[in-house]
């Protein structure tokens, strides 16, 4: 188990990390969201041993990082933000330092470091010198040297920041493949990662938790979950029918589509689907809405500027 307590880290005046308490389970895919700023690095810089908190602390499968870094540095892989260090080396003997580095020797080192890179598919790239591979693939070399060592705990700042469609695809599917047997903590701008990748979801700003939930539970906060969004001709005329409609609490018409806002009693859905029965329109689209996580992010984060 990963269990952060009170941790904390201040850069002069700056609370860049407020007080953080929270654990995490094993199976757990963990996404950090928060506007820049948010201290989401910072924080996974403190739980993987590249900064000393300026109080409290976490303890990784009970190894604590302030006394005991060295155990809880070994349970861990850890992606940092931008490129990995050492530009200079090619990606194959970078692999294998890492690999030695993390205590393996011989057919093991081989071993590892041939998984890890049949994983990220790094094959062509292998006798290229770090600092003049794609943005793209020092990220994977990046995410290889974090899983050599199949560590329990994966903590993966923007593993998917700069991947082309295809590659965010299969970084994801390797994620995904990996998180059962793993805590894995990712941080994230993109929020469509959130429901594809992430069990669990944080909101951060201002180095403070804001909100802690499934990615479900965080759509349940949307004042657009469970509404019913059509296309279709004739927008005005539809939209003052379906406004009576005791199932609706409000109806939005904007950019040539017309939105049903639930009450809080019935089923919204089979109401408008009556309606559009009953009147005999043509509709283009309807679609029973999730929830959208852009604008719960705006309201979570947007309260703690206000
Ligand atoms: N070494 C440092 N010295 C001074 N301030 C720092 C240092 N590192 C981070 N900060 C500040 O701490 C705050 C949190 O930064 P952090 O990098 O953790 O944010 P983030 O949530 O990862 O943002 P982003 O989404 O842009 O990656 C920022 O205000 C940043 O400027
Ligand atoms: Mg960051």
Redesign the pocket.
């Known amino acids: 188990m990963l269990e952060l307590k009170s941790l904390t880290r201040r850069?002069g005046t700056?609370l860049?990390v407020d007080n953080l308490s929270f654990q995490v389970e094993p199976g757990t895919v963990l996404g950090f969201l928060?506007?820049?700023?948010?201290?989401?690095?910072?924080t996974m810089k403190m739980l993987t041993g590249f900064l000393a908190p300026t109080a409290g602390t976490a303890t990784v499968f009970g190894h604590d990082i302030r006394n005991d870094g060295l155990a809880a540095r070994k349970k861990m892989g850890y992606l940092p933000?931008g490129a990995p260090l050492y530009g200079e080396l090619s990606v194959a003997r970078f692999l294998r330092f890492v690999a030695e580095a993390r205590g393996f020797r011989g057919d093991e080192t081989r071993r590892r470091v041939g998984d890890a890179v049949e994983r990220l598919d790094l094959s062509e790239v292998l006798g290229q010198s770090i600092e003049t591979l794609s943005k793209g693939f020092k990220r994977r070399v990046g995410l290889a040297q974090a899983i050599l060592h199949d560590p329990p705990v994966l903590v993966l700042d923007e593993p998917t920041d700069g991947l082309d469609p295809n590659q965010k695809h299969e970084v994801r599917r390797l994620i995904r493949e990996m998180a059962p047997r793993k805590i894995t903590v990712v941080?994230t701008?993109i929020l469509e990662e959130v429901d594809a990748l992430c069990s669990r979801a944080m909101i951060i700003a201002r180095g403070r938790l804001l909100a802690d939930d499934t990615p479900a539970g965080l759509l349940a906060q949307s004042r657009y979950h469970n509404a019913v969004t059509l296309v279709m001709d004739d927008l005005e005329q539809a939209a003052s029918k379906l406004g009576e409609l005791p199932e609706s609490r409000e109806v939005e018409v904007r950019r040539g589509r017309l939105t049903v806002f639930p009450a809080s009693k019935g089923n919204l859905f089979e109401a408008v689907m009556r309606v559009v029965q009953h009147e005999d329109w043509q509709v283009d689209q309807m679609q029973l809405e999730p929830g959208r996580l852009d604008e719960v992010f705006r309201k979570v984060t947007g309260q703690e500027a206000a």
């Open positions: 850069f700056l860049a928060g506007p820049n700023g948010a201290g989401k690095s910072t933000e941080s701008h």
